[in-house]
């Protein structure tokens, strides 16, 4: 049984390895967006995924550990905190330092997260805006005149080159 915990604990300790570089990620990310980096952003989003593959095959590990130690005929869902309860002494500590700076770690996350995503609306506002003024400059709407006549004003500028 003492191995189980031992195990359990080298799964948590790599999680908040895992959690710590994808903060770190998302940090970088942010100053990817405010830089307009986009070569970066995608390295960037590659690195992301491949740490969330990795801390999902934590995650499944850890979740048949945490059912081996469990009694699996219990209703209630089994938290850290249950198991840290039963874990012998010489493991308590370092599952409860972990379980801390999980929490620390993914509260951390969320906010960077939301931070970038305001930083995404605000890049794609940003292109919406700047394209709706380039198609105005190539093509102006048509005019109602008082008469009920359509008619096309001259353009209000040129477009130098499709490709951007």
Excluded: W
């Excluded at 967006?33 to 690195?47: A, G, P, R």
């Excluded at 009694?71 to 869902?77: H, K, R, V």
């Amino acid at each position: 049984m003492e191995d189980k915990f031992s195990h359990l604990l080298e799964i948590l300790e790599k999680e908040v390895n895992l959690f710590n570089e994808f903060l770190t990620l998302l940090q970088r990310e942010r100053q990817y967006m405010i830089d307009l980096s986009l070569d970066k952003l995608h390295e960037c989003h590659n690195q992301k995924e491949t740490i969330v593959l990795n801390l999902k095959v934590l995650e499944d590990a850890r979740a048949d550990l945490i059912s081996e130690i469990h009694d699996d005929n219990q209703t209630t869902t089994t938290t850290l905190s249950m198991i840290i309860d039963k874990a012998p002494a010489r493991y308590k500590n370092g599952m409860e330092s972990c379980q801390s700076n999980l929490r620390s770690l993914v509260d951390s996350i969320r906010e960077i997260n939301q931070i970038n995503g305001i930083l995404a609306d605000r890049a794609i506002n940003y292109t919406r805006n700047s394209l709706s003024f380039l198609n105005r400059l190539i093509s102006q709407l048509p005019v109602y005149h008082a008469s009920g006549r359509m008619v096309h004003e001259n353009k209000t500028g040129t477009l130098v080159c499709k490709k951007g």
